[in-house]
């Protein structure tokens, strides 16, 4: 089945580590995203890729980083200086350039982290 | 820069009611529009899109929306909802060429009475 993976579902770390989240996608999608989640509020966009080996920060991308190595897989790190690290994290991936702009993302079910 | 408002932060309605919630969203010009919708502790899920043409979407679920210009609104409506339906719902604005950078509104619970 295509899709997109995320692990694990949920993350406990003690404050003051950092911690890599998983996102891996068979969609053969060019592009791919992270988005964190408050209580109340709309998701947030962290950073984007919209090829291997490049990506850009999005609108919250301060005390977090990325990596995107291969086309399926953007794994976020949620580093020490992220002074609220506390949410829900989705990962997304649309089929991006080419498209002729009428690109549509697609969610995985999410990570729960929480900082002790 | 593109911003998106969903004036209602909760709405509650009796199953096989009929549903509307609304979204608005600042844009220069004509955007793309989302609206998806979220279970508890899962991801989200798209009902549907609206990038051009005509104006009614028709989604999943049997849910449609109304992409009114004049209105700068993209309502998402149903006409007899299930106790299923009883989710968070997001509407989400994009903005035309290569990959998307959405905005989301900050969403709509929706709860269904029995």
């Known amino acids: 089945d295509g899709g997109i993976t995320q692990s694990p579902k949920y993350l406990f770390r003690k404050e003051g580590q950092n911690v890599t989240l998983s996102c891996e996608q068979n969609?053969?999608?060019?592009?791919m995203y992270w988005y964190r989640q408050d209580p109340g509020q709309g998701l947030r966009l962290i950073y984007y890729?919209?090829?291997?080996?490049?990506?850009q920060k999005g609108d919250i991308a301060e005390g977090y980083s990325v990596s995107r190595e291969k086309k399926e897989s953007f794994p976020l790190t949620v580093t020490s200086a992220q002074k609220n690290p506390t949410a829900f994290y989705l990962c997304?991936?649309?089929?991006?350039?080419?498209?002729?702009?009428?690109?549509?993302?697609?969610f995985g079910p999410g990570t729960r982290l929480t900082v002790l | 820069a593109q911003s998106v408002t969903q004036p209602d932060i909760h709405i509650t309605v009796s199953e096989g009611a009929s549903l509307e919630l609304r979204c608005n969203y600042s844009?220069?010009?004509?955007?793309?529009l989302f609206w998806y919708v979220q279970s508890p502790g899962q991801g989200l899920q798209l009902l549907l899109k609206?990038?051009?043409?005509?104006?009614l979407v028709q989604g999943i679920k049997g849910f449609e929306a109304e992409f009114k210009r004049s209105q700068s609104s993209f309502n998402l409506r149903k006409p007899s909802v299930h106790w299923s339906d009883a989710a968070e719902y997001f509407c989400?604005?994009?903005?035309?060429?290569?990959?998307?950078?959405?905005?989301f509104g900050q969403g709509t619970r929706l709860t269904i009475n029995p």
């Open positions: 609206y990038f051009s043409g005509d104006t």
């Open positions: 890729s919209q090829i291997v080996n490049d990506f």
């Open positions: 844009y220069g010009a004509t955007p793309y």
């Open positions: 989400a604005v994009g903005t035309p060429g290569g990959a998307q950078k959405l905005v």
């Open positions: 969609l053969n999608h060019d592009a």
């Open positions: 997304a991936s649309s089929p991006g350039v080419g498209t002729s702009g009428r690109d549509t993302q697609y």
